[in-house]
């Protein structure tokens, strides 16, 4: 390995280590405005952050390499290493009395947008300690979109880049320059972010909790600063105005900017959008229909809440309006079963993704009708694009090596003493960074408080699996990688 390289790629870690830093003192502010002591800690984890990042990039500062994939590689695995350590020091040194592999677990957590949670008490908790996991979300979410529209496509493990499809091409921008591209992006981001916020203090939360859930709702990561979830707030409209911003940024980023920005309304004939919207919605409207039949609930109030827990679960935002797994074994096994599914490519949404679907689809059918005419000659499409072989080959990687992850990782934790369900959907809902679990212990009513710190390893490891798509991460163990 180069050492130029490996210089280079602790020197950019340290300057995301000094910006992390900088952000501490946002939540030392906001416990400063509401008299908590707990500024202090905040406060001493930003100097000793600080500190070690300034001192490391001086060491390392130098003239950086060509940018390669192996660069690119082991870039994205050093810097989401970094902010998941550097995240965890605050809530470590905090006055919660957690050990480091819970404070990781809820760093991790955060970063990755996965959601779940390891603390209780959240009604009472530090303002700064709430605002502190909610921001880590945020910035995760911003991260997750530019790692998904321009690092992974780059190194051919992730994203829709290979298509020349305007919405999403990396080579076929909607601007002609990328620091537009981003400009944009961020713009938007921050946008939503604050027009979400408004939504929810007009409509009844206060003006901390707007704040909050904002930040995780657009980052479709799911903190709450309530124990009950978003079950706290009972309330159709803000259900209603949470499944809407969930939606939205669960579909690409890219096309948002080339819809909001240019007024391309075609742009939105991603077939990704058309196939995640379509599954939301047949999730949502069963699972509705199967509480009033089964349950007796009102039509209106169980769309409500279906939606609402779909939309939560299919964009992997973590939310829950109320244990729906006590609407029936239907409403279990289809929560479980969405679970793997996710949103599209370029946005902050988790699980395998919908363009992957329509990828595989494409491949069985074209399979098919090569059985029935083996001569002819028949290419996958996604959309009105050509599949390259190499596409297809990745994208047949990744659902592979996915599904062997969550079964090594279910044994492994059914090894730990823990039954089917709640080994299983622990160590999908990390995969996949939707949040809660099946069962009572980690399900929408509990959180994984009670797992013991090898457990909380194992699961941290696997939301940075399935954020980095799991591929970028495996990398690093073929020997050849090392090599120079």
Not at 217 to 230: K, L, R, V
Request: hydrophobic letters at 55%; glycine letters at 8%; one cysteine or more.
């Amino acid at each position: 390995m180069n050492t130029n390289l490996l210089r280079s790629v602790v020197y950019i870690a340290a300057l995301c280590g000094l910006y992390l830093a900088t952000a501490m003192l946002i939540p030392a502010m906001v416990d400063l405005y509401y008299g908590d002591p707990h500024w202090s800690v905040f406060t001493v984890s930003a100097a000793m952050v600080g500190g070690l990042s300034v001192t490391a990039a001086m060491a390392t500062r130098g003239p950086p390499p060509a940018f390669s994939k192996r660069m690119g590689f082991l870039l994205v695995n050093v810097l989401w290493a970094t902010f998941s350590l550097v995240g965890a020091i605050p809530i470590y040194f905090s006055q919660l009395d957690l050990t480091f592999a819970q404070a990781l677990f809820e760093s991790v957590s955060a970063i990755t947008t996965t959601g779940s949670t390891v603390l209780s008490g959240l009604d009472d908790m530090a303002p700064g300690l709430l605002v502190w996991r909610s921001l880590l979300q945020w910035l995760g979410g911003i991260g997750i979109v530019a790692l998904g529209l321009f690092v992974l496509p780059f190194l051919r493990v992730g994203g829709v880049s290979f298509f020349k499809m305007e919405s999403s091409d990396i080579a076929d921008k909607p601007f002609a320059r990328i620091a537009t591209f981003t400009s944009a992006f961020v713009a938007i981001y921050v946008a939503i972010t604050l027009i979400c916020m408004i939504a929810y203090d007009v409509f009844g939360m206060s003006h901390f909790d707007a704040l909050n859930h904002a930040l995780t709702t657009i980052a479709t990561g799911g903190f709450s600063t309530h124990d009950a979830s978003f079950g706290y707030f009972d309330s159709y409209a803000l259900r209603w105005i949470a499944t809407f911003f969930m939606t939205v940024c669960s579909l690409p980023f890219s096309i948002l900017i080339v819809f909001f920005i240019k007024g391309r309304l075609d742009a939105l004939r991603d077939p990704q959008i058309l196939v995640f919207l379509g599954y939301l919605s047949a999730f949502a409207v069963s699972a509705a229909l199967y509480n009033h039949l089964r349950n007796g609930v009102d039509l209106p109030l169980a769309l409500s809440h279906s939606f609402f827990n779909f939309a939560s679960i299919l964009s992997t935002t973590g939310y829950a309006s109320e244990d729906y797994t006590m609407w029936g074994p239907f409403a279990v096994a289809a929560a479980f079963f969405a679970t793997f599914m996710g949103g599209c490519s370029g946005s902050t949404a988790g699980g395998i993704k919908a363009y992957r679907f329509v990828i595989i689809f494409n491949i069985i059918v074209t399979g098919l009708k090569r059985l029935i005419y083996p001569n002819a000659v028949y290419s996958v499409r996604y959309g009105n694009q050509i599949v390259d072989a190499d596409t297809q080959r990745a994208v047949f990687l990744f659902f592979s090596a996915y599904i062997f992850i969550w079964v090594i990782g279910s044994l492994a934790m059914a090894l730990a003493g823990y039954d089917f369900a709640t080994a299983s959907s622990a160590v999908i809902t990390a995969l996949s960074n939707v949040g809660p679990g099946i069962g009572s212990l980690i399900g929408p009513a509990g959180n994984f408080a009670t797992m013991h710190d090898p457990e909380l390893y194992i699961l941290s490891l696997a939301m940075l699996l399935g954020r980095l798509e799991v591929l970028t991460v495996m990398v690093l163990l073929v020997p050849i990688f090392w090599r120079s």
